[in-house]
């Protein structure tokens, strides 16, 4: 796994990511090493949006919170644990995501502001 940061985009190589990649996603919600319960609340009150759906959502945590957060989903998006965003901030991180064609990392990930 390669990350390249700056101060407006990432970019990601992963086999992780390849191996779930659908072309239809768009966004990426990261939650938090250490989510409280009003960062699960959050994440819900997110996915009630029409516009995040299990076609073009991603969400990624940490693996002890794997069960949690995929209860907090309840379906509606895949939820998976990747390291490279573990997110160690106390809040929710939100993406857009594209896979790259013909660059040297496969996914840029461009932060958003959560709505």
Partial sequence: MLIAATATETHVESVDLDAVWKDSYKYVIAMPA????????????????PEYTKDNTLVFCLGGNLSLTKEACDGRVPV???????NKDSGIK???????KNADYDYRLIPKEID
Avoid: A, D, R
């Fill in 34 to 49: 250490n989510p409280k319960l009003k960062t699960y609340n959050k994440l819900q009150t997110m996915l009630l949006n």
């Fill in 80 to 86: 998976y644990t990747f390291l490279f965003l573990g």
């Fill in 94 to 100: 939100f993406y857009s995501i594209e896979k790259l």
